[in-house]
Protein backbone atom coordinates (compact mmCIF):
# COMPACT_ATOMS: atom_id res chain seq x y z
CA UNK A 1 0.00 0.00 0.00
CA UNK A 2 1.43 3.45 -1.28
CA UNK A 3 2.10 5.56 1.82
CA UNK A 4 2.79 9.48 2.67
CA UNK A 5 3.85 8.94 6.24
CA UNK A 6 3.96 12.45 8.60
CA UNK A 7 6.22 11.89 11.49
CA UNK A 8 4.07 13.49 14.26
CA UNK A 9 0.18 13.22 14.42
CA UNK A 10 0.28 16.12 17.51
CA UNK A 11 3.05 18.39 18.28
CA UNK A 12 2.93 21.04 21.10
CA UNK A 13 5.53 24.00 20.92
CA UNK A 14 6.43 26.85 22.01
CA UNK A 15 6.56 30.68 20.50
CA UNK A 16 9.79 31.44 18.85
CA UNK A 17 10.93 27.75 18.48
CA UNK A 18 11.94 26.80 15.22
CA UNK A 19 9.78 23.54 14.32
CA UNK A 20 10.54 20.52 11.70
CA UNK A 21 7.58 18.85 10.35
CA UNK A 22 8.87 16.21 8.05
CA UNK A 23 7.22 14.33 5.49
CA UNK A 24 8.15 10.85 3.59
CA UNK A 25 6.26 9.34 0.76
CA UNK A 26 7.38 5.57 -0.94
CA UNK A 27 6.19 6.39 -4.74
CA UNK A 28 9.28 7.83 -6.03
CA UNK A 29 6.69 10.94 -6.82
CA UNK A 30 8.35 14.03 -8.41
CA UNK A 31 5.92 16.15 -7.21
CA UNK A 32 5.51 17.01 -3.00
CA UNK A 33 3.25 19.91 -1.38
CA UNK A 34 2.59 21.13 1.99
CA UNK A 35 -0.85 22.44 3.16
CA UNK A 36 -2.43 23.87 6.34
CA UNK A 37 -5.75 23.66 6.64
CA UNK A 38 -7.93 25.76 9.13
CA UNK A 39 -11.69 25.37 9.60
CA UNK A 40 -13.98 27.78 7.18
CA UNK A 41 -10.40 28.36 4.68
CA UNK A 42 -10.16 25.06 3.80
CA UNK A 43 -6.87 23.62 2.44
CA UNK A 44 -4.05 26.50 1.69
CA UNK A 45 -0.59 25.86 -0.43
CA UNK A 46 2.55 26.84 1.67
CA UNK A 47 5.11 25.68 -0.49
CA UNK A 48 5.98 22.41 -3.04
CA UNK A 49 8.18 21.24 -5.16
CA UNK A 50 8.42 19.40 -8.33
CA UNK A 51 11.92 17.89 -7.87
CA UNK A 52 14.82 17.53 -5.64
CA UNK A 53 16.11 20.56 -4.50
CA UNK A 54 13.35 22.83 -6.15
CA UNK A 55 11.13 24.22 -4.13
CA UNK A 56 8.43 27.36 -5.05
CA UNK A 57 6.19 29.02 -3.36
CA UNK A 58 2.45 28.60 -2.64
CA UNK A 59 -0.01 30.98 -1.10
CA UNK A 60 0.58 31.41 1.89
CA UNK A 61 4.78 31.08 2.39
CA UNK A 62 5.41 33.86 4.99
CA UNK A 63 6.87 32.57 8.21
CA UNK A 64 7.85 28.95 6.64
CA UNK A 65 10.38 27.23 4.53
CA UNK A 66 11.10 23.74 3.00
CA UNK A 67 13.93 21.51 2.06
CA UNK A 68 13.99 18.67 -0.52
CA UNK A 69 17.49 16.85 -0.32
CA UNK A 70 15.86 13.74 -1.57
CA UNK A 71 13.59 12.80 -3.62
CA UNK A 72 11.18 10.98 -0.86
CA UNK A 73 11.49 13.78 1.76
CA UNK A 74 10.22 16.85 2.03
CA UNK A 75 10.23 19.25 5.56
CA UNK A 76 8.26 21.60 6.21
CA UNK A 77 10.20 24.93 8.70
CA UNK A 78 8.64 27.44 10.67
CA UNK A 79 11.45 29.55 11.70
CA UNK A 80 10.13 31.19 14.88
CA UNK A 81 6.36 29.73 15.42
CA UNK A 82 3.62 32.27 16.12
CA UNK A 83 0.38 31.00 17.64
CA UNK A 84 -1.14 32.16 14.19
CA UNK A 85 0.72 29.13 12.88
CA UNK A 86 -1.39 26.52 15.35
CA UNK A 87 -2.80 24.24 12.70
CA UNK A 88 -3.43 20.94 10.77
CA UNK A 89 -0.15 20.37 8.04
CA UNK A 90 -0.85 18.09 4.91
CA UNK A 91 1.49 16.67 3.02
CA UNK A 92 0.66 15.33 -0.30
CA UNK A 93 2.94 13.78 -3.07
CA UNK A 94 1.64 13.13 -6.63
CA UNK A 95 3.03 12.04 -9.85
CA UNK A 96 0.59 13.46 -12.15
CA UNK A 97 -2.31 15.50 -12.37
CA UNK A 98 -4.76 12.11 -13.37
CA UNK A 99 -4.60 10.48 -10.04
CA UNK A 100 -4.71 13.22 -7.96
CA UNK A 101 -3.21 13.58 -4.60
CA UNK A 102 -1.73 11.26 -1.81
CA UNK A 103 -2.09 12.66 1.42
CA UNK A 104 -0.40 11.62 4.54
CA UNK A 105 -2.53 11.49 7.92
CA UNK A 106 -1.41 15.01 9.16
CA UNK A 107 0.00 16.96 11.75
CA UNK A 108 -1.85 18.90 14.09
CA UNK A 109 0.50 21.72 15.62
CA UNK A 110 -0.48 24.06 19.02
CA UNK A 111 1.69 26.85 19.31
CA UNK A 112 1.58 28.22 23.24
CA UNK B 1 -7.23 34.27 -9.00
CA UNK B 2 -8.96 30.70 -9.22
CA UNK B 3 -11.54 29.95 -6.30
CA UNK B 4 -13.62 27.04 -5.45
CA UNK B 5 -16.72 27.27 -3.52
CA UNK B 6 -18.65 25.33 -1.77
CA UNK B 7 -21.24 24.78 0.99
CA UNK B 8 -19.84 24.54 4.56
CA UNK B 9 -22.29 21.84 5.73
CA UNK B 10 -25.10 19.55 4.58
CA UNK B 11 -27.19 16.67 6.47
CA UNK B 12 -29.27 14.01 5.32
CA UNK B 13 -30.94 11.08 6.58
CA UNK B 14 -29.11 7.30 6.66
CA UNK B 15 -30.65 5.94 3.36
CA UNK B 16 -31.52 8.92 1.74
CA UNK B 17 -29.17 10.48 -1.28
CA UNK B 18 -26.88 13.01 -0.85
CA UNK B 19 -25.82 15.63 -3.52
CA UNK B 20 -22.34 17.96 -2.34
CA UNK B 21 -22.36 20.79 -4.80
CA UNK B 22 -18.99 22.92 -5.97
CA UNK B 23 -18.41 25.88 -8.39
CA UNK B 24 -14.92 26.89 -9.77
CA UNK B 25 -13.83 29.54 -11.83
CA UNK B 26 -11.12 28.22 -13.64
CA UNK B 27 -12.01 27.58 -17.45
CA UNK B 28 -8.62 25.58 -17.81
CA UNK B 29 -9.53 22.77 -15.45
CA UNK B 30 -8.13 19.68 -16.48
CA UNK B 31 -9.33 17.27 -13.79
CA UNK B 32 -11.45 17.77 -11.22
CA UNK B 33 -11.50 15.73 -8.10
CA UNK B 34 -13.18 14.72 -4.29
CA UNK B 35 -11.68 14.06 -1.72
CA UNK B 36 -13.35 12.83 1.47
CA UNK B 37 -11.36 13.44 4.93
CA UNK B 38 -12.47 11.73 8.12
CA UNK B 39 -11.99 12.86 11.63
CA UNK B 40 -8.44 12.97 12.49
CA UNK B 41 -7.02 11.72 9.07
CA UNK B 42 -5.47 13.23 6.26
CA UNK B 43 -7.61 13.59 2.68
CA UNK B 44 -8.43 10.24 0.54
CA UNK B 45 -9.44 10.68 -3.08
CA UNK B 46 -12.42 9.66 -3.36
CA UNK B 47 -13.20 10.26 -7.72
CA UNK B 48 -11.99 12.34 -10.12
CA UNK B 49 -13.28 13.48 -14.00
CA UNK B 50 -11.79 14.78 -16.48
CA UNK B 51 -13.02 17.74 -18.19
CA UNK B 52 -14.14 16.50 -21.32
CA UNK B 53 -16.56 14.69 -19.54
CA UNK B 54 -20.19 15.32 -17.73
CA UNK B 55 -21.11 12.18 -15.79
CA UNK B 56 -18.82 9.61 -13.90
CA UNK B 57 -20.55 6.70 -11.94
CA UNK B 58 -18.05 4.60 -9.57
CA UNK B 59 -20.85 2.30 -7.32
CA UNK B 60 -22.79 4.36 -4.91
CA UNK B 61 -20.75 7.94 -6.48
CA UNK B 62 -22.02 9.61 -9.35
CA UNK B 63 -20.12 12.77 -10.56
CA UNK B 64 -21.78 15.49 -12.41
CA UNK B 65 -19.95 18.12 -14.91
CA UNK B 66 -21.48 21.41 -16.01
CA UNK B 67 -18.50 22.27 -17.69
CA UNK B 68 -21.11 25.99 -18.89
CA UNK B 69 -21.63 26.71 -15.33
CA UNK B 70 -18.41 25.81 -14.26
CA UNK B 71 -20.46 23.04 -11.45
CA UNK B 72 -19.64 19.93 -10.42
CA UNK B 73 -21.65 17.85 -7.99
CA UNK B 74 -21.07 14.50 -5.69
CA UNK B 75 -24.47 12.39 -5.62
CA UNK B 76 -23.83 9.69 -2.94
CA UNK B 77 -26.96 6.83 -2.88
CA UNK B 78 -27.93 5.30 0.10
CA UNK B 79 -25.91 7.78 2.20
CA UNK B 80 -24.97 5.28 5.35
CA UNK B 81 -23.45 6.76 9.00
CA UNK B 82 -19.75 6.02 7.74
CA UNK B 83 -20.02 8.84 5.11
CA UNK B 84 -19.81 11.49 7.47
CA UNK B 85 -17.25 13.27 6.85
CA UNK B 86 -15.82 16.53 5.24
CA UNK B 87 -15.81 16.39 1.59
CA UNK B 88 -13.50 18.32 -0.63
CA UNK B 89 -13.63 19.41 -4.30
CA UNK B 90 -10.41 20.49 -6.06
CA UNK B 91 -9.35 21.35 -9.37
CA UNK B 92 -5.55 21.25 -11.35
CA UNK B 93 -5.11 23.26 -14.24
CA UNK B 94 -3.58 22.42 -17.68
CA UNK B 95 0.45 22.58 -17.07
CA UNK B 96 0.24 22.85 -13.27
CA UNK B 97 0.28 20.02 -10.65
CA UNK B 98 -1.22 22.50 -7.99
CA UNK B 99 -4.59 22.07 -7.17
CA UNK B 100 -6.87 24.61 -5.55
CA UNK B 101 -9.15 23.05 -3.30
CA UNK B 102 -12.33 24.21 -2.04
CA UNK B 103 -13.58 25.17 1.81
CA UNK B 104 -15.02 21.80 2.58
CA UNK B 105 -18.40 20.54 2.96
CA UNK B 106 -19.26 18.53 6.55
CA UNK B 107 -21.97 15.73 5.73
CA UNK B 108 -23.82 14.27 8.48
CA UNK B 109 -25.68 11.45 8.22
CA UNK B 110 -28.46 10.83 10.85
CA UNK B 111 -29.25 7.50 11.65
Known amino acids: DVKVTQSSRYLVKRTGEKVFLECVQDMDHENMFWYRQDPGLGLRLIYF???????EKGDIPEGYSVSREKKERFSLILESASTNQTSMYLC???????????FGSGTRLTVV | GEDVEQSLFLSVREGDSSVINCTYTDSSSTYLYWYKQEPGAGLQLLTY?????DMKQDQRLTVLLNKKDKHLSLRIADTQTGDSAIYFCAESSSGTYKYIFGTGTRLKVLA
Open chain 1, 92 to 102: ASSSDTKHGYT
Open chain 1, 49 to 55: SYDVKMK
Open chain 2, 49 to 53: IFSNM
